[in-house]
């Protein structure tokens, strides 16, 4: 089967097309057949080596397909069910063995480009709004890079629990998509300082939450626009990461708080990953949350994909073809 392996760290030159044989499945693991997979930020920091993993690997942790084989363990799958992932490494490949108590059933309804889209993203927004920061109707969230992948889901949850949104982008064609999406404003950050901004559209009180997935050059201005007692849900660093701080300047700046969350700690157990997926699975068939699919790429054109994604070209979601 095909597959894209990195051997060595490094840049999008070091994803590597390689064949590989169709994995068998353990006691506990069911083989998926893939049909869609997504590209996130979290697979070029595995890339790159800022997050750890024995070499060699096949990147890549979110994907839907269909169930081919199950191991003798295993009672909640089976050939020819529909299922999606997230948080397996390995799914840039055209198949992929999977724990079967990650994998969930994929409602008739739903796509597997719409499944394999929803997964990490789509659970990350999901999180992030109803319990890193339980967002309540009338309060005012600064979401940055809010035409990205989970910006734009951040967006229309915000939206949809009737919070007014404030969204940093870095073109006009993204402010473009992140109105649509629902932000009630939209602030080009690299023209405007959004500091200045976001005061100027709070009358000076603050915002009660920052989602900050940007980092290293949005992470201290964000503090600055929270009102007291306001939430810094610091959730990535795309522009890098954030210096060593001192959290003194949470007291200064207003007894802030500050968390830095993982997906993989919001659907560790069984119970709440079935909840959060089905939440989000029902948003999307209900019509409350849509999915921008940006781009689908070929497999074999993943240095492309992740060149395009850190070069800051992306919108939405982008998926590779197997
Ligand atoms: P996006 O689609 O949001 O792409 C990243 C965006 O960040 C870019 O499009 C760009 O938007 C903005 N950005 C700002 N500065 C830079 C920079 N220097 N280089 C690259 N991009 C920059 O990606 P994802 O939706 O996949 O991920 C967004 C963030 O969320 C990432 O940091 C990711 O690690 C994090 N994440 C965290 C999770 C968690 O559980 N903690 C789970 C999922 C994602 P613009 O041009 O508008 O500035």
Known sequence: MKAIQVQKTGGPEVLTLVDLPVPKPKANEAV???????????DVYF???????????VDGQEAAGTVTEVGSEVKTVKPGDRVAYTGVIGAYAEYAAVPAD???????????????????QGMTAHYLVNSTYPLKKGETVLIHAAAGGVGLLLVQMARNIGARSIGT??????????REAGADEVILYAQKDFEVETK??????????????????TFEKG??????????????GASGAVPPFDPIALSQKGSLFLTRPSLVHYIATR???EQRSSDVFNMIIAGKLKLRIGH??????????HRDLEGRKTTGKILLAP
């Open 32 to 42: 998926v057949k893939i049909a869609a997979i997504g590209v996130n930020f979290i």
């Open 47 to 57: 890339r790159e080596g800022r997050y750890p993993a024995a070499l060699p690997f």
């Open 102 to 120: 990650r994998l969930l059933h994929v409602p008739d309804k739903i796509t597997d480009e719409q499944a394999s889209a929803a997964m990490l």
């Open 169 to 178: 982008v870095g073109t006009e064609e993204k402010a473009k998509l992140a």
């Open 200 to 217: 100027r559209l709070t009358e000076n009180k603050g915002v009660h939450v920052v989602y900050d997935g940007v980092g290293k050059s």
């Open 223 to 236: 503090l600055n626009v929270l009102r007291p007692r306001g939430y810094m849900v610091l959730f990535g």
């Open 271 to 273: 119970q709440e990953l």
């Open 296 to 305: 689908v790429y070929k497999l074999e054109e993943v240095q492309q994909a």
